[in-house]
């Protein structure tokens, strides 16, 4: 299983001078499983880059959306497969008691906000609710679990081989709950992420920064370090940066992560701030970072 | 391994935050988390307690009626809102760990998910002074 970054930033696509190692893109994660599946974890802006680097192949695409906040579905009208007659794009998401899922994207994908509406999407593109039980793509099996954010949000663990990817990149687990004391059964998300290969998960805030900010659904810098600790991944990759920080708050937050993160006895290479086009590759307990492109 | 849903999740998280005695049961009717305010009133942490069946918490507390009499338990607010899947209310009496009778106001409620009912929250309000658990 390969995985690629192609959108880390959270909230709102944040391009400038002062994002361009981090990245300014929202997110959007590719995973090509081992028997050649493309999946799209998420279509914040950052399938756009996807979307052209797959545009000369007919394929077929699996889209995972986690939920439906505009950073993680801003991206599809722009997704140059969805204009491609020769592509099948399966869309997955949350189901709400409100509307169904293409109802929902429907609202993002019409006018006034879109020039195009969803039954004018030259591919051939259906809708499908994540089913309670774990559910096979290519060979991979999937399995979606409700996780602690605002509004209906998924989490994935993506099991392919001996390898596995644990993606919740919008996650409040810590929210009135104490993630170091905590019964392991009583943290949200953390099936999903036991015991991943790789764990891409919420770091938005610093951890001076969370108190302004409880109840948005993300988690400060101590929440990931102790979720990760919890859940045993073997690797973290901090995930959905906030808009406001730059490059250089970004490398002191790193910094920051890895000296806690050995403090707690794990190595260095353990954890990091996922960066725009940083590609990692999933084999049975291995995981291996390539350079960043 | 099993994992709780997301929904009892948080709602133990707000219970846990609150003043107001509540208990949490799951759609098996095991009760699975009562607060401090709670352990208070019960003169038993649900940490020294854990997770009990549903048989075992309707007894280990009482309750009993405003005449002192059992209550049964399918008559209970919290078994009601579990298994019927409705808001539930009643004025009982329960005992502590120490033997004091206390009274009590329940309003218990379902917890209905996407996918079913997925358990109960029961809150309960002191109604005699000095009996009061809550806000300390």
């Not at chain 1, 400038?16 to 590719?30: A, D, F, K, W």
């Not at chain 1, 189901?95 to 994207?105: C, G, T």
């Not at chain 1, 794990?266 to 291995?286: D, F, K, N």
């Not at chain 2, 607060?35 to 997770?51: S, W």
Request: charged share 20%; hydrophobic share 40%; net charge negative.
């Amino acid at each position: 299983m390969r995985v690629k970054l192609w959108g880390t930033r959270g909230s709102i696509p944040s391009p400038g001078p002062e994002t361009i190692r981090y990245g300014g893109n929202t997110s959007c994660v590719g995973v090509t499983l081992s028997d050649g599946s493309l999946l799209a974890l998420d279509a914040g802006t950052g399938i756009r880059s996807l979307g052209l680097a797959v545009a000369e192949k007919p394929a077929r695409l699996n889209i995972l959306l986690t939920h439906l906040h505009l950073d993680h579905i801003q991206g599809l009208v722009f997704f140059a497969p969805a204009f491609c007659p020769q592509t099948e794009i399966v869309i997955w998401g949350p189901a709400s008691p409100e509307a169904s899922l293409r109802d929902r994207i429907a609202r993002y994908i019409s006018a006034p906000l879109s020039p195009v509406e969803v039954r004018e999407l030259p591919c051939e593109v259906s809708f499908r609710h994540c089913p309670e039980s774990e559910w096979e793509i290519g060979s991979a099996r999937i399995r979606a679990a409700s996780v602690a954010h605002r509004g209906p949000t998924l989490g994935y663990r993506i099991d392919d081989g001996d390898s596995s990817l644990a993606y919740i990149p919008d996650h409040e687990p810590a929210l009135g709950a104490d993630l170091d004391r905590l019964e392991k059964d009583w943290i949200s998300g953390f099936a999903l992420a036991q015991g991943a290969s790789l764990l891409i998960h919420d770091g938005q805030y610093a951890d001076h920064e969370y108190p302004g900010h409880l109840g948005w659904g993300h988690s400060a810098l101590s929440h990931a370090l102790s979720f990760a600790r919890r859940t045993g991944a073997e690797r973290t990759v901090l995930f959905h940066h906030d808009p406001l920080h730059s490059d250089d708050f970004l490398d002191g937050l790193q910094r920051e992560a890895q000296e806690r993160w050995v403090a707690l006895g794990g190595s260095a290479e353990g954890i990091e701030l996922g960066a725009e086009r940083g590609e990692y590759e999933l084999s049975a307990r291995t995981v291996s970072a390539a350079a960043l492109s | 391994m099993s994992q709780r849903p997301l929904e009892l999740i948080l709602a133990r998280n707000l219970m846990s935050a609150l003043s107001t005695p509540a208990f949490l049961v799951d759609e098996g009717g095991l009760l699975v988390f009562y607060n401090e305010a709670a352990g208070i009133l019960l003169g038993k942490r649900f940490e020294e307690l854990g997770t009990v069946g549903p048989a075992e918490w309707g007894s280990l507390f009482g309750p009993f009626d405003e005449a002192g009499k059992p209550i049964p338990y399918d008559e209970l607010p919290l078994v009601i809102a579990v298994r019927s899947g409705r808001p539930a209310h009643a004025n009982l009496e329960i005992s502590s760990a120490d033997g004091a009778r206390h009274s009590v106001e329940v309003s218990a409620f379902p917890i209905l998910t996407a996918h079913g009912s997925q358990g109960a929250i029961a809150v309960f309000w002191p109604t005699a002074p000095g009996n009061n658990g809550a806000g300390r």
